[in-house]
């Protein structure tokens, strides 16, 4: 049972008194019979009586008349009696609180300034969208439903009693719309930062959800009742962690001014707020609102990172102006918008420009359109069935400039993390010179080689073992791709000769001078391949069983291919050189449609090999289990058990008005996906690790082989 403080209780008490004042206010003003001024300016008088009586019930008079008499009490409020004037004052503030917009719009609420911003319509209706898509029908349906019980059963075990039913209960109570955003954030004075939250309550009862939230989070005991201009207000003892009542809503914040701000927007809106700005009605588009908005201004976010970096000796140097070279400089604003449609969610990755234009690598993605027949050609090199692909421009001159700018200020930041003192100038030149000698060329030529799209693949294998991956790049013309081709080899030697001698200088000693290269050329029916070669000794490396790959180079026409292993690139040489057809962007482009990048992830197959790998893993870890484990192995047995869930595809049109728009149809909202996948990821290496032998090596390149 949660003890509240005496004041804490009293607290709570003026907001259960004063809050059911509030509901529907502007309803209830026009039902209710009308108040004179008459009776307003004489209640007004009573205020200054000398009869206590008589005092306090003209204040609840004044308070149940509301609107109407807010204009007469702040004139009241100038009165030379002190008691009038006080009890005016104080009137008038909670009356304008107690006007509070109950189904305001929470983008409204916050400055156009924002450096971040989340809204979400509302959770409950949200999460109803989601189980009517094609992944949440499987999850209710009945291959699936009966492991998902299970899994929450257990999971219901495993915390104390009544912690479940309090997370459905806040979770249904609070099911409305919820929004959250930063602003005036400032390096170094953090102090100066406004954070809040805000959450829609139970319209029927706010200030009893509000009391039971505090009391059973256990945050009543931690905080105080504090006055904030008429507001009542929970805070801690330092005044870090608000908490505010305001109507309908519930406001959260860190400091008093974040609160009244958000406070301030459920009563009015200002003119200068974030729903209001030219960007944001660009990102929410045309059409029904989405379900849900995340929001980032790039020109502040970059300006704090800036600031983090700076407050470090030399830390910030040159960091601007990187970011203006990969194109971030023009961008104002950085977008996610989710919304359910059909069985898929429809979400938007949204860039606006402040220019109307793009710079550095995005002016690239901005300004190309292929049709699908174009398209086609870009993807005749990527295997037809993948786990994942995808494609985008590369301008490899600009890539270069960039690139050696980014490795210079990584080579700074790895000083400074080990306290180093700030390097002299041309300091890292010198560095990645010695790169650039130990490869026997420099990084500018190579990138100058590259000139037109990329396109990258994943492919699963049927058994249980690392997937495969490649990636083409573009050359002007065939003797570029194999100049190009000799020289990411030599990259790739080079790379490991000057580890070798670092490392051997860490270790007090010298790199052996006869150290062999990673990749040797293989002459294969006229084509060179660069390959490992069977006696490597970087096979040896502990770190290959588990990541085991052969890297492996070869030109084909104005494509270098490269692979994680020999029979994958030969695999792609021979379907080339037969023009068998390649992956078909058709999957992604809606028909008739252009685009300058798509991406294509193979949902249901990922989440066949997931399961082929997890649920083993989720059986032997919970083997003690006898009722989990029936149900894991029922499902293993069984095939095409995703094959009803669709793919995820993105694909990014030119830009238009200076609005870059990837338009994702997913299985998945993008978001909690990202996270949960990382989680998945780390969770499953951990626990796999236990119950799994490594991966096998897979067997060395050979010295020769077929021709195409």
């Known amino acids: ?307 983090m970096m700076g407050m470090a000796p030399g830390g910030g140097a040159g960091f601007m102006d990187l970011m203006k070279k990969a194109g971030y400089g023009s961008i104002t604003w950085f977008a996610l918008t989710s919304a359910v449609k059909d069985d898929l969610f429809e979400e938007r990755m949204v860039l606006t420009s402040k220019t109307g234009a793009f710079e550095g690598f995005l002016a690239q993605m901005a300004s190309q359109a292929q049709d699908a027949a174009a398209m086609r050609a870009i993807f005749e090199v990527v295997p037809p069935k993948v786990a994942l692909t995808g494609n985008f421009p590369l301008d490899g001159a600009a890539m270069g400039d960039f690139g050696l700018e980014y490795a210079k200020m990584l080579i700074r930041w790895q000083a400074m993390q080990f306290g180093a003192p700030p390097a002299p100038e041309g300091a890292e030149d010198a560095e990645i010179k010695k790169v650039e000698d130990a490869m026997g060329l420099k990084f500018k030529d190579l990138a100058a080689s590259i000139q037109g799209p990329a396109v990258y693949w994943v492919d699963m294998p049927q058994a249980l073992a690392a997937p495969d991956i490649g990636f083409a790049l573009t050359c002007p013309d065939e003797a570029k791709t194999k100049e190009l081709t000799a020289n990411l080899a030599k990259l790739v030697n080079g790379l490991a000769k000057y580890k070798a001698e670092q490392d051997a200088k860490a270790a007090g000693g010298q790199a052996p001078a006869d150290l062999p290269p990673v990749l040797k050329p293989v002459e294969e029916g006229g084509v060179t391949i660069y390959t490992e070669p069977e006696d490597s000794p970087y096979l040896k490396d502990i770190a290959r069983q588990r990541m085991p790959y052969r890297l492996t180079l070869a030109a084909a026409g104005k494509r270098v291919i490269a692979g994680s292993g020999l029979e994958q690139v030969r695999a792609r040489l021979a379907a080339l050189a037969k023009q068998s057809p390649g992956f078909d962007p058709a999957k992604v482009l809606p028909a008739g449609d252009a685009a300058s990048t798509v991406f294509y992830l193979n949902v249901p197959d990922l989440m066949d090999f997931g399961a082929r790998l997890g649920l083993p893993i989720l059986a032997m870890a919970k083997k003690d289990d006898k009722e989990l484990t029936a149900e894991c192995s029922k499902l293993i047995q069984k095939k095409d058990l995703f094959a009803a869930v669709p793919p995820l595809t993105v694909s990014t049109p030119p830009a238009k008005d200076g609005v870059l728009v990837s338009t994702i149809r997913s299985p998945l909202p993008a978001l909690p996906t990202y996270f949960g996948v990382l989680g998945g990821v780390m969770v499953g290496f951990t626990r796999g690790a236990a119950v799994m032998a490594p991966m096998a090596v897979p067997p060395p390149a050979p010295a020769g082989g077929g021709g195409f």
């Not at 907001?15 to 009776?39: N, S």
């Not at 109950?102 to 969208?129: C, M, Q, W």
Request: glycine share 8%.
């Open 1 to 307: 049972m949660i003890r509240l403080s005496p004041s804490l209780l009293a607290a709570l008490c003026v907001l259960g008194l004063a809050l059911p004042l509030a509901q529907d206010a502007r309803a209830e003003d026009a039902a209710k019979p009308a108040v004179t001024q008459e009776q307003i300016a004489a209640w007004i008088k009573e205020l200054g009586d000398e009869d206590f009586g008589k005092r306090d019930a003209a204040e609840k008079n004044l308070l149940m008349a509301g609107a109407p008499a807010l204009e007469a009490l702040r004139e009241a409020a100038k009165s030379p009696d002190v008691e009038t004037r006080t009890r005016a004052a104080a009137l008038s503030q909670r009356i304008g609180w107690l006007r509070a917009r109950p189904d305001a719009v929470y983008t409204e609420l916050f400055p156009a300034n924002a450096i971040f911003a989340v809204h979400l319509n509302s959770l409950k209706d949200y999460g109803r969208k989601a189980r009517t898509t094609a992944l949440g029908k499987l999850v209710d349906g009945p291959d699936f439903k009966p492991l998902a019980d299970l899994l929450l059963a257990r999971l219901k075990s495993e915390m104390p009693a009544g912690t479940w039913d309090r997370i459905v209960s806040w979770t249904d109570k609070m099911g409305g719309q919820m929004a959250a955003a930063a602003w005036d954030v400032d390096i170094p004075e953090f102090k100066t930062a406004r954070v809040a939250a805000v959450v829609q309550l139970p319209a029927d009862d706010p200030a009893k959800a509000f009391e039971a939230f505090m009391g059973e989070t256990g945050l009543a005991g931690h905080l105080q009742p504090k006055d904030l201009s008429g507001l009542t207000a929970l805070t801690g003892q330092r005044g870090d962690g608000v908490f505010a009542l305001v109507g309908r809503h519930m406001v959260v914040a860190n400091n008093e001014d974040a609160v009244l701000a958000v406070a301030q927007g459920l009563i009015e809106p200002q003119a200068e707020n974030l729903a209001n700005t030219p960007d944001f009605k660009k990102i929410q588009g045309e059409g029904t609102p989405p379900d849900f908005v995340l929001l980032i201004n790039i020109e502040q976010y970059l300006a704090v990172l800036n600031g």
